[in-house]
């Protein structure tokens, strides 16, 4: 139960992070705001490294350092992607994909799981397509390109959360905070490979960074930075072989948390599909958890 509990939970903050991030977007270009959001998320890890104690291993630095750059091919695919793409299509893709290769490659480590949790997540991977769904408005084709791009962001998600399944409870926070490094220096250098072209373009960055900006930055941060600590600790919460499949399913039900926000402060109403992905999502996590 408690594995369960810490992975809807970083799902949920990574849904939120997710929304604040969308509602930065808006007044800057994305890899602004995924840059200066990595560089924020540093602070909170750096002060729980050094309230709570940690060690910085060389594993803490491997797997920390493999974690920040799987991430960050999944966040600059990822952008990448549903710039170019139908959201509504590219966007559970790679969910499905962050999730599926942890399931495979516990699998192909000789997890076994049990015939109920096989069930429950089968209606998990359905529940994320179903809560991605929305109609696309923007006439944005899809192409085999854009289909391996979401899938390959999606493989490095995933890449993201086997990097944390290796590391030591004792390392504490540290193999965080250094995948929060890496990734901020990763960002930081697309960012300044494109920023030519983007002052060249039509959509330069010529809107302030005010202060309600910045609060949505931060925010974003911080949300994020939870995440990873809820992911990594549900990592942990057991030694059963089965908590790394089921923890990454859960993981993929993130869209849950943006769709929640969005429907609070945005007043977006939820299509009939969404509120059946939700309450699949929810089901298949107590059976996750019955399992």
């Not at 991977?125 to 991605?132: F, G, H, Q, R």
């Not at 193999?175 to 960012?191: D, E, F, N, T, Y």
């Not at 030694?239 to 969005?262: E, F, K, Q, R």
Request: proline share 4%.
């Amino acid at each position: 139960m408690l594995t369960v509990l810490l992975g809807l939970s970083g799902a949920l903050f990574y849904g939120f992070a997710d929304f604040a991030g969308g509602l930065a977007s808006r007044k800057r270009r994305p890899l602004v705001v995924t840059t200066l959001a990595a560089i924020v998320g540093i602070v909170p890890l750096l002060v729980g490294l050094l309230v709570l104690g940690g060690r910085l291993t060389p594993e803490a630095i491997l797997w920390g350092t493999v974690a920040g750059v799987s991430g960050s091919i999944g966040v600059l695919l990822l952008y990448a992607v549903l710039a170019t793409g139908p959201m509504s299509v590219l966007s559970p893709l790679t969910a499905v994909f962050s999730s599926l290769v942890p399931v495979l490659v516990a699998v192909a480590s000789g997890t076994r799981l049990s015939p109920l949790a096989i069930g429950a997540i089968a209606v998990a991977i359905i529940a994320v397509v179903l809560v991605s769904s929305a109609k696309n408005t923007t006439g944005a084709r899809l192409t085999l390109k854009g289909l391996l791009m979401a899938a390959v962001a999606g493989c490095g998600f995933g890449g993201l959360v086997l990097a944390y399944d290796q590391t030591s409870p004792d390392d504490g926070a540290s193999p965080l905070l250094v995948a929060r490094v890496v990734q901020s220096l990763l960002m930081a250098g697309a960012l300044l490979i494109t920023r030519r072209r983007a002052a060249s373009s039509a959509t330069a960055l010529s809107s302030p960074m005010d202060r309600s900006f910045w609060l949505i930055v931060i925010a974003c941060g911080i949300a994020d930075a939870a995440a990873n600590v809820f992911i990594q600790a549900a990592l942990h919460s057991s030694s059963d072989p089965a908590t790394l499949p089921v923890v990454s399913v859960l993981n993929a039900l993130y869209p849950i948390g943006t769709i929640i926000l969005a429907s609070i402060v945005l007043r977006e109403r939820l299509s009939i599909i969404q509120v059946g992905g939700i309450a699949l999502g929810l089901t298949a996590s107590v059976v996750l958890a019955l399992a």
